[in-house]
């Protein structure tokens, strides 16, 4: 245990800091070689932030994990519309745009509830993977045709050869690290579910999508401190899109299997529904987030946790006192 928390914390910075490298380089790359820059955009914006918990739960499903992977879906979903979009509201009340009620708000409580419908069973079967990239397909297809704003994102057109050479350097670097670190967080995560006899699924929704969201919450309060909140609701619902369908049709194809935890597979595929619709719910009231809707995000995500905590008949007991 002593070794196994360290080397969490180690493979997550390792995760994180190398799907931002690979996100970032391979999208300028895409660029120079005149691909669609509102393509590009989506995949940087939805699929950056989804990078960690895709590699993550595609190595936990490869595995054997499916738990942890699930784990790490759920938990993502449930603390980028708790936790990461709770304290940005309690930094400042956040405005919602109209575009994001009508076009990611509906996807993204779609994408979730499919994927709730999907986890319930305790089973993650191929034919649902095959569904949930059909289905990310024409996620986004609706995002690029409600027009995507990439006019801010630029990935260095002007550089000369050298710095293609160092943009294919870093991708093949940020692949590596993100791999690397993937498989150092699914080891870490296992051996801390066995020292502490929590489930795999559990430490995945916790310490895991914790970790993968930290960059989200990171960046997310650095733009409240600057007065930039208007894209922040819009990012955390794009995110979920991404985390539900990607991220689980990834899985589904990589290592279909039993979710061993049946506390997550049904009990938190409910809260990950509720989450979203309460977020959407408190977007579409007056098209703003509050303070006191923040506290009651935050609060939500500290209900999930220990309605969720390890699954076992122990914790179970102790919960019912």
Not at 12 to 29: C, T, Y
Not at 115 to 143: D, K
Not at 296 to 301: E, I, K, P, S
């Amino acid at each position: 245990m002593l070794v196994a928390v360290p080397v969490l914390i180690a493979g997550l910075v390792m995760l994180v800091q190398g799907a931002d490298r690979f996100v970032e380089s391979a999208a300028a790359i895409a660029v120079r070689h005149r691909l669609s820059p509102v393509l590009v955009g989506a995949v940087v914006i939805g699929f950056g932030t989804s990078a960690p918990e895709m590699v993550v739960s595609a190595i936990a499903s490869a595995r054997g994990e499916v738990a942890l992977g699930v784990g790490n879906i759920v938990g993502s979903n449930v603390a980028n519309v708790t936790l990461v979009l709770g304290v940005a509201a309690l930094i400042a009340p956040l405005a919602v745009d109209r575009s994001i009620l009508v076009r990611e708000g509906p996807l993204a409580i779609a994408a979730v509830a499919m994927s709730a419908a999907f986890f319930f069973n305790g089973v993650l079967a191929r034919w649902e993977g095959i569904a949930f990239v059909v289905a990310m397909v024409v996620a986004l297809g609706l995002i690029i045709r409600g027009g995507l704003d990439v006019e801010d994102l630029t990935f260095g057109d002007q550089a000369d050869e050298r710095s293609q050479r160092r943009l294919v350097f870093f991708t093949v670097l940020g692949l590596a690290m993100t791999v690397v670190g993937a498989q150092v967080v699914v080891w870490a995560a296992t051996e801390i579910a066995d020292d502490f006899g929590l489930t795999g699924g559990f430490v995945g929704f916790s310490l895991v999508a914790l970790g993968t969201s930290l960059p989200e919450l990171g960046t997310t309060v650095i733009a409240c401190r600057k007065g930039q909140t208007g894209l922040v609701v819009g990012n955390l619902l794009g995110s979920n899109i991404f985390n539900s369908l990607a991220v689980g049709g990834i899985m589904g194809l990589v290592g279909p299997g039993v979710i061993t935890d049946e506390l997550l597979s049904g009990r938190g595929s409910v809260l990950m529904v509720v989450a979203v619709v309460l977020a959407y719910l408190f977007a579409s009231n007056g098209r703003r987030l509050n303070r006191v809707e923040g506290l009651v995000l935050v609060a939500l995500y500290v209900a999930a946790l220990v309605l969720l905590a390890g699954g076992t008949e122990e914790v179970d007991a102790a919960l019912a006192l």
